[in-house]
């Protein structure tokens, strides 16, 4: 799993490989911590790589996406498989990120 | 200018220093007292007169003042609200905060002929207890304020005397924006009103006289009508739920012929048992143990749907209105159709 974070045109795109699963959730929410501390921009989870994502992937997810929400700023989730997307149906989240 | 003008002017600089502290105390003391009582409010501001324009006063008519503390408006502090009937709140709430000087202040609001329009404010001249030196409040709404800012600019700026058609034609305006502060104010009151009067209704059950829309859905909700749903669905792996706003469901509720919150909860006691069905046939074989508060009304939604004959276009139709308008929304639906497939509510 590896998670690199970009900045262009005052957005934040965060790039998701691999998966997101309960083994690299830990790593992964110290890798987010940028997201977090930057929330007043509008941040992109590109998960055009991304595998598979486990609950502990969502609540990572979501933490970004509160922070954002604090911040009045927006998270965009894109490129997400079917497979994933799925997830998001069957979780009720579908409504509450926008997806591209 | 002279001696004594110069005098008062050289006892102003002096006193910068304590007139600068004055208005950060005033400033922190407006800020607090707004959000105790809860006062919602366009602009709190305040500043410390310039030298320049003091010299200005004191040149037109600085016999008028023996000392500097005759001054009343060194340090002025304003708020703008956003309707009228809140800047008799805010004055009510400036009255509990600061001393009042009475004899100096004014309500401007009440100056007017019967045959006349202008645009003031409400004027307070205030002491702050520890300090000698008083300060203006001034209060107006936020129609008010521009108003008089404009006027300001427009009368003052140019330094040379307004025609008097150009006058006539500002207080017109004036008229017309009081009697839109007024209008704003009613708008509020009636909602607010209306508010209540959906939830009286809703807590009485009487849901088929309440109309369906943002607030009265927002309403019904803070009764939890779904919570059971979606306690059930969290059993099924013994799932945490998180709280998510519900508002985008309100568009695919109307497109399912609710018209009213009787019809929202009618739809909820039909299909809930189905939405549970398909939220066990798709969560059952997971170990996802996060859901959101939306997936209960999602489900019934989507059973709605399929058990009517909408198929994938009414799944397409529904994800399109909560997730915003997308190809992928079709392969969504597509997937969602066939999981549902085998259930009993595809059967009938």
Redesign the interface.
Same mark, same amino acid.
């Given at each position: 799993m590896t998670i690199q974070i970009q900045e262009s045109d005052n957005r934040l795109i965060a790039f998701f490989a691999g998966r997101l699963d309960t083994a690299a959730a830990a790593a992964a929410t110290d890798a987010v911590k940028p997201l977090l501390e930057a929330a007043d921009k509008e941040i992109v989870l590109d998960c055009s790589e991304l595998e598979y994502i486990?609950?502990s992937g !969502? $609540?990572i997810f !979501?933490s970004i996406r509160k922070e954002a929400a604090a911040h009045g700023s927006r998270v965009i989730v894109r490129s997400i498989n079917?497979d994933i $997307?799925?997830?998001f149906?069957?979780?009720?989240?579908?409504? !509450?990120f926008?997806?591209? | 200018m002279d001696l004594h003008a110069e005098l008062i002017l050289s006892d102003y600089r002096e006193a910068v220093p304590v007139l600068e502290r004055l208005k950060q105390e005033v400033l922190a003391k407006l800020h607090d007292a707004l959000k105790r009582n809860g006062l919602f409010v366009t602009a709190v501001e305040a500043r410390v007169k310039t030298e320049n324009s003091l010299a200005g006063k004191l040149a037109l008519k600085g016999a008028k003042y023996a000392s500097l503390n005759d001054i009343t408006d060194l340090v002025g502090a304003r708020v703008v609200t956003y309707y009228t009937d809140d800047v008799d709140r805010v004055a009510s709430m400036a009255e509990q905060i600061f001393d009042i000087d009475w004899g100096n202040s004014i309500d401007k609001r009440k100056l007017h002929q019967l045959d006349s329009f202008g645009y003031d404010s409400l004027h307070y001249i205030c002491r702050m207890p520890g300090y000698d030196l008083r300060f203006e409040l001034q209060l107006r709404t936020t129609l008010q304020h521009a108003w008089a800012a404009i006027n300001h600019d427009i009368g003052y700026k140019s330094g040379i005397e307004v025609p008097r058609e150009y006058m006539r034609r500002m207080n017109r305006l004036a008229g017309m924006l009081e009697m839109a502060d007024d209008e704003f104010s009613r708008i509020r009151t009636e909602l607010n009103d209306y508010r209540r009067r959906v939830g009286q209704l809703v807590a009485n059950g009487k849901l088929d006289e309440v109309q369906l829309d943002g607030d009265t859905f927002r309403s019904y909700m803070q009764v939890k009508p779904l919570e059971n749903l979606n306690k059930r669905i969290a059993a099924i792996n013994q /799932?945490e739920i998180?709280e998510?706003?519900?508002s /985008?469901?309100l568009s695919v509720l109307k497109a399912l012929n609710c018209m009213t919150l009787g019809d929202v909860s009618r739809l909820i006691k039909q299909y809930q048992e189905d939405a549970y069905r398909l /939220?066990r046939h *798709?969560?059952g074989n997971?170990? #996802?143990? #996060? #859901?959101?508060?939306? #997936?209960?009304l *999602?489900n019934i939604c989507i059973v709605c749907i399929l058990s009517s004959g909408g198929g994938k276009i009414g799944l397409k139709r529904m994800?399109d209105a909560?997730?915003?308008p /997308?190809q992928?929304n079709a392969?969504?639906a597509e997937?969602?159709f066939n999981q549902a497939s085998n259930l009993p509510f595809m059967r009938n």
């Open positions: 486990s609950s !969502l $609540r !979501l079917a $997307r799925q997830v149906v069957m979780t009720g989240f579908i409504s !509450l926008e997806i591209q | /799932a998180q998510v706003p519900l /985008a469901f /939220a *798709q969560l997971t170990d #996802i143990d #996060i #859901i959101s508060s939306a #997936i209960g *999602q994800f909560i997730n915003g /997308a992928h392969e969504l997937l969602t």
